[in-house]
């Protein structure tokens, strides 16, 4: 029988400890990278989903201030994150891009107004006001558009949207291009024409970066009464004024969208959505407007003169730079 020798055992248990202390390290990084990689990716798409979308809720927020003149520019600091996961994955600066296709919408505005009018010496007189506004704009959507708010922005994947709905209504709808509301004296009427153009703009950093947009207002005018207005180089009081025809026309992908926005902001009569679109036209339960809806376009009209305590009429053209 053969005897062992003590150094034998020593050298097979330090190969044996050599193994499993390796053994140990393998499953230890693995477990590391298993966790760490996706938990630093994901918390670091987690929180550049939530500045930037602060940031352009700001944004979104300063385009409908009503502070907007004629070259004037909006800005806004864009927070860019970083994907990966250093030293295991390259970090990669966020990009965020501002697109503009070929418009995918139009939209126009015709109205009349007669408004009656006082000068300095209490004589009184009418004043005819018509306007004609065209617009055209880009339509991003993800998925099946139901509701529609023309002015909103949303990121996905490093792509800054200019989004015109979302897969689901809303309880909320966003700012419609008409409003309508109940005042002293009347109604109130607000027309707003927003358009979109330019070339396309890419910024890609670590960094947060600064995306401007230039603002060019080709009208804006309102008129309110018991208050002074400017008519035809003359200083007017207006005592009244009467909406004689309006037409808002938008044309696009998205008709039928607006037609769902518009229905549940001035629609009450308790009619679903589903039936309005079996219908080629539809009235306002509360005010003495039409909406005509014909494959892809949708007109608002007013049925007669319409009595308003205000009115105002915004065309806003904002130019991404």
Known sequence: MRVKVRGEDRA?????????????FITLFTSFLVWYIPTTTGNNEVLYQHETGNAFNSLVGKIHSGDLSTGSTVSQNIPLGINGAPPFAA?????????????????????????GVANSTGV??????TGHFTAQGIINSLGNTEYVSPVNYAIEDGTLFQVYGTTQPANGLGPLPLGISNGSGGLGLQLGIYGF??????????????????????????????????????????????????NYSINGSLANAWDYGFFNQFNNSGKNYGTVLALSSWNFSAYNLRANY?????????KSPLKLNSASVVFEYLKVS
Do not use: C, M, W
């Open 91 to 115: 970090a990669v600066g966020t990009e965020v891009s501002v697109i503009p296709k070929y418009p995918d919408f139009n939209a126009s505005v015709t109205f009349d107004l007669t408004i």
């Open 12 to 24: 097979v248990a330090e190969v044996v400890g050599a193994i499993l202390l390796f053994a140990v």
């Open 197 to 246: 153009n330019g070339s396309s703009v890419t910024v890609s950093a670590v960094q947060p970066q600064i995306i401007n947009l230039i603002v060019n207002s080709s009208g804006h005018t309102d008129y309110s009464n018991g208050y002074l207005a400017s008519l035809r180089g003359k200083i007017y009081t207006i005592h009244n004024i009467t909406l004689n025809t309006l």
């Open 124 to 129: 009184s007189s009418t004043v005819n006001v």
């Open 294 to 302: 014909t494959g892809s376009n949708l007109y608002i009209t007013n």
